[in-house]
């Protein structure tokens, strides 16, 4: 096994073992390569472990709607990775479940 082998394999086991679920938010304009990060960010991860959210920023006339159907989206879990391609979401939706964050 080499040594990026072991750095993957001891990676897996500490999401496996997490005691609480893991977002993961790419920041970048369009066309900076936030999905192909992703990508190549979960090429060696069990594909059960993970769900990737693509999507854009809600207009607003359907914000009310599109956060209540996402706060059930979320990951509830524990060890269950979920990656966001904008910080928008981190804002709108990760920050204010955990109350990290302000209305």
Sequence with gaps: MTKM?????????????????IAIV?????GAGKTGA?????EYLPFRQYKIIHSRKPSSSAMAQWLQYWKWQL???K????????SWYSRALCQPLNGWASD
């Design 5 to 21: 082998q072991r750095l993957q394999a001891e990676i897996n086991g500490a999401l496996q073992n997490a005691d609480y679920p």
């Design 26 to 30: 790419l920041e970048g304009r369009d």
């Design 38 to 42: 992703i990508r190549q960010a979960t």
């Design 75 to 77: 990951p509830t879990e």
């Design 79 to 86: 060890g269950q990775i979920f990656f966001f391609d904008r």
